[in-house]
């Protein structure tokens, strides 16, 4: 007798062949059979008008620290996603000592918007070591974990504070690939680091010290194991990404290992730089390198409100050192002071044509909700203002808690996005699950794949836009006998409706520690998520908590 059986669907089975009706068997948390399936089952799932496909991987996460209370990393399950890969832009909460606890945190606040607050009301930091932190987090696990470890957290452990001050001695590198060495041993699927990121003092974070002799070393690790190299690099600079196209295909040729950059962004304002950046990934691939951009799929929308340091605002150094090193009640003071708001003012007026398309999101006062909707163009003529000075008041009226919506900021051009999509050495990736939880909402990129690019614009079919998210994530990865519906691979399985699958509404959730909120979006079309055979989410009674999550190594 089996356990579960899906019967009647429209199986697209990942492998980009063409789908067929037919049926998903399943037992002790393995596909048994595909095709027609008679065996009676403890569970029978109709999927009658479905499609069945292997479970979703989001191969570019930061769920590391939700994972510490949330084993489902909500909402990315219902979204179809049975596998993520945290770990992300050279951070990742192991190997971590005691003493560098609070310095990862900034880190992660940072870079990722993450609030100290959840950190220090949802973490019991029981763990250092990354054998330590596996076992933590595979407690009552109902996703599929494939962590990477974070270049900047190796160089913390073995260097302390000149990790971010120096390169790295012979004896230190050795010491950081022997750590590695242990990490990739005990489960971690590769190694990610940052070429551009920055700590909480707006310093560059550790792995940005590291020369090429150190990484090229700890690719010799990555070798040794067959893992994977994840970089972010210079996307804001065509010339650095090319050249960083090149040296990671130089290690991937040298040390035989896969390597990925992120995020690769392409819109009306860099659609010239797009094209010459996939134009080398195919010059290093017929190399024989291989280098794999990853692409969001989704519009870029940004929420902020003054009160949290936003990325919007990184470039304006008068604006963020605001946000990043004062208290509201500081912020409000100074956005009074008529010398330091004029300066404010003259530093912004460059970025005016961003103000004026903001959105006004969300208010407290009755006052001000009749504005709500309206961008903040719209409102500067109803107050006779403009539009960066409005964004002042009604911030100061509403005591920082007016939030703020920048739309559409890249991936605005359905063709653009759609011909880079079709790419066979495009990713999908870079959702951010788990991170920027007070800007944005991170998830809906493989409904908005399957919904906007596959239904709606037919850039891409249904069996290729699986396959992008399934088998080819799963063999770039190394991810063992995941991504395809075949016999002998684990039974992580996701029904969705290829009529109604789409990225989702976003809104407001308070499920942060702390009594935080976040934003998260609802999942469209998404029927019935199965992970290591068991059924982990439905979208009639919502998520199932059958702890059938895996740390994948």
Known sequence: MLDLVIKNGKVVDGSGLPAFVGDVGIKDGVIV??????????????????????????????????????????????????????????LSLAPLKAEHRMKLVGMFNQIEEMPHKAFAEGVEWNWETFEEFVARIGKD???????????????????????????????????????????????????????VDMDERLQPVPSRYADTVELDALCVVLSQHNKILQVVHEFFDNDLTLARIDQLADISLKHGINTTLSPLFVSHDNAESAQQIMARIVEQTDR??????????????????????????????????????????QIIAQLQHAETRAALVAEAQVMMSLWERLV?????????????????????????????????????????????????MGHNDDQLVGELLQHPNVMIGASDGGAHILSFATYGDTGYLLGHFVRDT????????????????????????????REGFVADVTVFDEVTIDRGIEHFVQDVPGDGFRYVRDAHGVNTVVIGGAVAYDNATGYHDAHRGQIIG
């Open 33 to 90: 059979k595909v095709g027609r399936v008679t065996e009676p089952a403890g569970t029978t799932v109709d999927a009658s008008g479905q499609v069945v496909a292997p479970g979703f991987i989001d191969p570019h996460t930061h769920f590391d620290a939700q994972l510490l209370w949330d084993g489902a990393a909500k909402p990315a399950i219902e979204h179809g996603v049975t596998t993520i890969v945290p770990g992300n832009c050279s």
């Open 141 to 195: 696990l109902d996703i599929n974990v494939a962590p990477l470890i974070g270049h900047s957290v190796l160089r913390l452990w073995v260097m302390g504070d000149d990790s971010m001050k120096r390169t790295a001695t012979e004896a230190e590198t050795q010491a950081m690939c022997d750590l590695l060495d242990q990490c990739l041993s005990a489960g971690a699927i590769g190694l990610s680091s940052s070429f």
């Open 288 to 329: 024989g390198a291989r280098v794999w951009p990853q692409v969001q799929t989704r519009p870029i929308d940004i929420s902020f409100n003054f009160s949290v340091p936003s990325l919007l605002f990184i470039r304006l150094r008068k604006w963020y050192a605001l946000m990043r090193f004062n208290t509201p009640e």
């Open 360 to 408: 006004l999101r969300q208010v407290q006062s009755e006052a001000n909700q009749a504005l709500v909707g309206k961008t903040l163009k719209e409102i500067a003529e109803i107050r006779h203002s403009d539009a960066l000075n409005v964004m002042i008041d009604i911030s100061l009226e509403e005591s920082l808690e007016a939030h703020f919506l920048s739309a559409d």
């Open 458 to 485: 037919a850039y891409l079919g249904l069996e290729a836009a699986v396959k992008k998210i399934t088998s080819d994530p799963a063999n770039l990865w190394g991810l063992g006998n995941r991504g395809l519906l």
